[in-house]
Every structure is written in C-alpha cells, then in structure tokens.
C-alpha cells in the first residue's frame, strides 16, 4: 500500500511539504484549521536556497510569474538616509548560486504551492479541520481534528507554525516567547509611492533600536514594507494582529531621514489593503537543540512549529521549503521504517536550523544597534560592502 503522511497546517511549510513528499511517492492529507485560505498582505524574500528547491520542483515558471527578482539589496542609514552599502542580486546571485533571488507576495507564493500539490496524485488537502489531538502507537499515528474527524496515517507532520498544537503535544514545551519587537507591514501600490521609493532593489534602513526593509512583489506592481521597532504589547501575545496606524510608527521611528518619513507618509494613499498597517508583535523559540525537537517516533515538525525565525535574516519560508525537500528525501529512504527516516529528516536539518535562527537573532541585535556598535557596523559595512551583506553557507546549501 501507498504509505501517507498527515500534515497538520496549511501554510507554506505544509503546502510545501505537501508537494514534496507527494513527489517522492506517498499519498498526503493535509489539515488546515481555517475555513479558508485568504489572501495575506504580506511580502517574502527567497534567497537562493530555497528558489532553487522551488525551480526544482517545476515551479519556475510560476514563480517568474508572479514573483520581482531584485537587483541589488541596498543598505541606508535611516537617520541620514546615506547609502552604507550594497549587495548586488539579479544576474549576479544567478551566476554565483546557481537561482535567483526573488521577492513575492506571500499570498501568489501560497496559490503556487498550493495548486502544484493538488495536481499530484494522492493529495487531498481538508479545510475547517484544525488539529485537536494525536496519538503514535508505533505502528501508525492517529489524528483527531476539532471538528471529529478521525485519520490514520504512517507518519503525522506538524506545520501548524509558531503557535502549534502538535509541537506541544509531542514536546510539551510551552509557548513561544516574546522578542520584544513589533512589526508594522504594508502593502502598497509602486506606481503611488514617490518615484524616488520605487525601484526593483531591496531596501534596509537601519536605525538605533529599529529598521524598515521595502522590496518590490508581484512583478514590481506592488511594494512590500515592514518596520520593526522595540516596544511591549498589552495581553495574548497569541491574538496580536491588529490594525495600526501611521501616526503610531512616526512616533516609534522618531527623528529618521525624510525619505523614510515620506514612504511612511504614502503609506495611506497607496495601501492594497483595508489598512495601510497591520501590526504584529513578534515572538520566537530558542534555537533547536537537537533532533529529538524536530521528529520523535512517527512524528515530525516543520517550518515555524520546529524553528520559529527572527525576520533578520528573511529564512522563514527558505527553512520551511528547506524542509520540505529533505522529509521528501527521507521518507523515499524504503529501506528503512518510518521512525529511522523522520529521525535522518531532523538529523539532517536540526544544525542548519539552529545556525540560522541564530544567525537571525544576532542580525537584530547589529541592525538595532546603538552608540558606538552602530558607528562601527556602519564602518564595515562602508568598508567591505558585500563580504559582510552576503552569506554563501546559507545560500549556497
């Protein structure tokens, strides 16, 4: 019989998984608790690493479609708005990896995994059906879903991201922690922000306790921005996702240069969204210790449910999709049962995890940085340029 993998999630880490093991020959079902999938105003960057998988997958085509491939990543002072320095991307992350870097709308990235994986065979994907319980018995793992449904299967993911009931089932680790950042997100409209704004680069502002990056998505029809600013938030961090407004972020960015000020002041007029600003507050896990937090038994996690990511870095979906491609690589190992596969799937991942969800809260801490460790970041930056902006480990993986 056709082994199957329950994925508990529906985001891009279980689409992406989804795709992947149906490829390598088993059948899935995959469980998303929300009644639908609605579009999500928000950007992604994808290094190399994880367009390469994408392209490997067919998904080229589709990606080019829907995605902009900047040409550059150009760092600026958001106090003075000078120029610190830049990275080149376009032909030149082409040639260098071997794939592109790309940026896209979170929502065109999710239409593509999703449609990719309901055209393989075997994969039946179930809304409104979000994760109650699971039990492992060593021969199958059984899922339960708060609506009564009841599924067998061989092995059980779970991509239910940061906040996910299987993680805390199998780990019993508590809740995620706050970081103490807040992140303001728009999505705007290129042809309405100021001329100057516009432009198929990614920008990072780097300020004291506070930075914004802007990219083009979709074609460079829209711009993608996002601040993230020091602060604390009052009750559930679980249900923090709120409308915001531009005159709170002027007050959190303080005095930065006026270019920054007026992609702030644009904002208003150029949203694709009910609001211009959508708040979040951000939190994490610490990095993963080991392969017994990434699968025990018959049960593995992905993505935000086994490493949650600072944004520092822009590796969330690029670890997601990471994984995705090694669980398809194990579980295509026949040779051995299910619980050895899973365990060389964590084995193979959990290191490359820990190094970027470090790497990432490290990122925050130089690009929030104050006094005299600014001046110097900036220094370097000034001095070497791209030998301190790329990273060949990750991208080249």
């Not at 829907?66 to 120029?83: I, K, N």
């Not at 809304?127 to 039990?135: E, I």
């Not at 050895?340 to 190094?355: I, M, N, P, V």
């Amino acid at each position: 019989m056709t082994p199957q993998l329950l994925i508990a999630g529906g985001g891009m880490g279980g689409l992406a998984a989804a795709l992947a093991v149906a490829r390598a020959g088993w059948a899935v079902r995959l469980y998303e608790r929300a009644p639908a999938f609605t579009e999500v105003g928000a950007g992604i960057q994808l290094g190399p690493n994880a367009t390469r998988i994408l392209h490997g997958w067919g998904l080229e085509d589709g990606l080019r479609a829907v995605a902009a491939f900047p040409d550059r990543l150009q760092v600026r002072c958001a106090l003075s708005g000078a120029e610190l320095g830049v990275l080149p991307l376009g032909a030149r992350a082409l040639q260098r990896y071997g794939a592109p870097y790309a940026t896209v709308h979170r929502a065109d990235l999710h239409a593509l995994l999703r449609r990719a994986a309901e055209e393989q065979a075997g994969v039946h994907i179930g809304l409104d059906q979000g994760l109650d319980a699971f039990a492992d018995d060593g021969q199958a793992v059984r899922l339960k879903t708060a609506r009564g449904l009841e599924v067998e299967g061989d092995a059980l993911l779970g991509a239910d991201g940061l906040w996910s009931r299987v993680r805390q089932q199998l780990l019993s680790d508590g809740p995620p922690r706050a970081t103490g950042h807040l992140a303001y997100r728009a999505m705007l409209r290129t042809a309405a922000l100021p001329p100057a704004l516009r432009g198929p680069q990614v920008t990072a502002w780097l300020g004291p306790r506070l930075h914004v990056v802007q990219y083009p998505v979709r074609r460079g029809e829209a711009m993608n921005v996002v601040a993230i600013v020091h602060g604390a938030v009052a009750g559930e961090a679980q249900d923090w996702d709120h409308e915001a407004h531009a005159a709170g972020l002027r007050h959190a960015l303080g005095a930065v240069c006026a270019p920054l000020r007026e992609l702030v002041d644009a904002a208003p007029g150029a949203t694709l969204n009910p609001h211009a600003w959508r708040l979040w507050a951000l939190a994490d896990r610490p990095a993963v210790s080991g392969p017994h937090q990434m699968a025990r038994g018959l049960v593995a996690l992905a993505g935000d449910a086994a490493h949650p990511m600072r944004p520092y870095l822009a590796q969330g979906a690029g670890m997601a999709i990471e994984d995705a491609a090694a669980l398809a690589h194990a579980l295509a190992m026949d040779a051995v049962d299910v619980p050895t596969r899973l365990q060389r799937y964590a084995l193979a991942r959990w290191q490359r995890c820990a190094r970027v969800q470090a790497r990432s809260v490290r990122n925050g801490r130089v690009f929030h940085a104050i006094g005299l460790v600014r001046l110097g970041r900036d220094m370097s930056i000034r001095l070497l340029g791209d030998k301190v902006l790329d990273v060949p480990w990750l991208y080249r993986a």
